[in-house]
């Protein structure tokens, strides 16, 4: 395990990943559609949202910064769209309104060039406080894509390993100290957990970073206490979406890893007051070190308004600093 | 009678690549208060009638209206009942898909249909006859959260009288095939027995609509024989996450129909008409042609328009060859 090398007595925060993007990057994205503006000009845009994102979590004390993914959409297809092997498919919905270009593997999986190193530089280069790298694991990209090249999803997800351990090692290389390779995906399927951990040791076997995975939706009852197998230093979860029923299952089966605590619903327009997001922790408290434990929200939170990203993450900080105190 | 074609139920909603996607953009629309609820059901209308004319012109015997109205199976019915609130967003069994689910607060109640107008208007511009689909109880009753009832057996007989009520209106709208969604059941086998009451209270309020009970996304080995108890017409099993279903066949009994699952809704991949005519002829020498339906595995939804489009077109031809 590569513990973290940070200051304070614990409780850092931090964030799961995306932020939201500020009406300038849809308008710009919607130019470039049109051809109004060039690739440089939608980068500068990105480069500015960006800029603003580290100079808020900067501002209210984040103890390590992500970069919001102002130049991602989806996930899955921003890896999908800059590895050979996989291409973008048509429209598929994911609930409501919401649709996606579903990747599909139509050849074997590699890597060509660095696909998130030049960002993290970028953002990294903004703040004295430590930036996550931020890459999607590879049962999850398997498992959020369509298949038309692979006898079996092992072979796929091996094959993605490789690419994202790559990446990995070149974000190690460029200085990156915390990386994340998020496996939402993960709880899906209880008979694929092997293969996840099986995907997982290819990307973090050679890696000397902090590593973390993020798991979402599903059915952590049933997960748990395997999920601690996947070889990662620390699993960040959804605590506020579920009222901390994770809890019950560490009574049982103590976690023995650095834990994000996600205790804001990534899903709701609600900015949780401050003294819940308090008590939230307080209750986690009793089952996790704070040593150990990262505060964040549940999920990343792109499909938040900016403000109500704001509003969430600065409270955030505020019931840390509540808790902290109380140490 | 003659082997036939269906659909599940779902199909993709966006356009095919460089289409204009009008009903998003009435949606969005809707969502600002820009125009009303008339305009969005006119989107939904037209989308409506493109969909079902693309399954027709596909080949296709029985046809849905998409579910151009839904976003899961689940809320139109929940949002619909005395009783339930809308909750949050999970994972819709093991796909990338989400729905949002029904939590239970109160007594359940009927309290008018929710599936009539939307079928009455797909029966109005199909050529064919229309398949209305509701999910089965069971499912309903798992995906769901009781914070009411306490008693999963008592909460599956509560959601089942309602939906026993909307079939019962379906088939007195018109409906001939009624499709009743029952995916989580084949996790389940404890609610066999409890699922035989649950739909038998359907299907008891229906004089001659044909009913199907419908599962997809695995096979139904750990039901068994057992499964062809329920009191149904026809099964819908899927032969593409299930292979497994093929053994299970053997143990239907005659004069049951078979709803067989056979190009894979949740892939790409397009197989060849000569793969599904091999699987349809298989399947054909083992229940007879005359009681077999075909179909996707599952609802088309997941794949993106040009892909359900040619597997529909595919799963037609493949049948017409083995029909002869």
């Known amino acids: ?327 | 009678m003659a082997l036939q074609s269906t659909v599940v139920g779902s199909y993709p909603k966006p356009p095919e690549e460089g289409g204009s996607f009008a009903l998003r953009k009435t949606l969005q629309a809707w969502q600002r208060g820009e125009v009303g609820e008339a305009e969005l059901a006119g989107a939904r209308r037209d989308l409506a009638r493109e969909i079902i004319a693309e399954q027709e012109a596909a080949g296709i015997d029985l046809v849905t209206d998409g579910h151009v109205w839904w976003d899961d199976i689940l809320t139109p019915f929940a949002g619909n009942m005395a009783g339930f609130e809308i909750g949050g967003l999970l994972r819709w069994f093991d796909n990338n898909v989400y729905y949002r689910r029904p939590v239970c607060v109160d007594e359940i109640e009927w309290r008018g249909p929710s599936s009539i107008e939307a079928w009455r208007f797909a029966q109005s511009v199909a050529g064919g006859p229309v398949k209305a689909v509701i999910p089965g109880p069971v499912t309903f009753a798992r995906l769901s959260v009781d914070e009411h009832y306490g008693d999963h057996g008592r909460f599956v007989e509560a959601i089942a009288s309602v939906l026993a009520q909307e079939a019962f209106e379906l088939e007195a709208a018109g409906a001939r095939f009624i499709q009743i969604d029952e995916p989580a059941l084949l996790g389940a086998p404890e609610d066999l027995e409890l699922a035989k009451r649950a739909i038998g209270q359907a299907s008891g309020q229906l004089e001659a609509a044909t009913t199907i009970l419908c599962t997809y996304f695995g096979d139904a080995k750990r039901l068994g024989a057992e499964l062809f108890e329920l009191p149904v017409d026809s099964f819908g099993l899927d032969f593409v996450a299930g292979p497994d279903n093929r053994e299970l066949i053997a143990s239907l009994p005659a004069g049951l129909g078979l709803q067989a699952g056979v190009v894979d809704a949740r892939n790409t991949r397009l197989e060849t008409t000569d793969e599904v005519a091999a699987t349809i002829d298989d399947l054909a020498s083992g229940v007879g042609a005359d009681n077999l339906t075909v179909s996707p595995s599952a609802g088309l939804e997941f794949l993106p328009r040009d892909k359900a489009k040619a597997k529909l077109e595919r799963l037609a031809q493949a049948a017409a060859r083995v029909q002869g």
Not at chain 1, 156 to 184: H, M, N, S, T
Request: charged fraction near 30%; aromatic fraction near 8%; glycine fraction near 8%.
């Open chain 1, 1 to 327: 395990m590569t513990p973290v090398d940070l200051p304070g007595p614990g409780l850092w925060t931090t964030s799961v990943g995306s932020l939201p993007k500020p009406d300038y990057i849809s308008s710009g994205r919607s130019r470039r559609a049109r051809g109004e503006i060039d690739k440089a000009e939608l980068v500068e845009l990105e480069r500015r949202a960006t800029r603003e994102w580290i100079e808020f979590q900067d501002s209210i004390g984040t103890d390590v910064l992500v970069d919001g993914e102002q130049y991602r959409g989806d996930m899955v297809a921003f890896f999908a769209e800059a590895l050979p092997g996989l291409e973008l498919g048509g429209l598929v919905r994911s609930y409501g309104i919401r649709y996606y270009r579903k990747p599909i593997a139509t050849g074997a999986v590699g890597r060509d060039d660095a696909v998130t190193v030049e960002w993290w530089q970028y953002a990294q280069s903004l703040t004295n406080k430590p930036v996550k790298g931020m890459l999607t694991g590879p049962y999850t990209i398997c498992d959020w894509s369509f298949n038309e090249h692979y006898a079996s999803r092992r072979d796929f997800v091996l094959d993605l390993a490789k690419v994202i351990r790559d990446e990995a090692l070149e974000l190690e290389r460029a200085g990156c100290r915390f990386i994340q390779i998020d496996e939402p995906a993960a709880s899906t399927r209880m008979d694929e957990l092997d293969l996840v951990i099986e995907g997982m040791e290819v990307v973090t076997e050679p890696l000397g970073a902090h590593t973390i995975t993020h798991i979402c939706y599903g059915d952590f009852h049933r997960a748990y206490p395997k999920m601690l197998d996947i070889p990662v230093d620390q699993i960040d979860l959804e605590f506020a979406n579920s009222d901390f029923s994770l809890l019950d299952d560490f009574a049982a089966n103590p976690f023995t890893k650095y834990i994000g605590l996600g205790i804001s619903d990534a899903h709701s327009h609600d900015v949780e007051p401050v003294e819940g997001l308090a008590h939230g922790i307080r209750r986690s408290l009793e089952y996790l070190l704070p040593e150990r434990t990262f505060v964040d929200p549940d999920c990343g939170l792109k499909t938040r308004s900016v403000d109500e990203a704001k509003g969430k993450l600065s409270n955030i900080a505020k019931a840390v600093e509540i808790v902290r105190g109380e140490l």
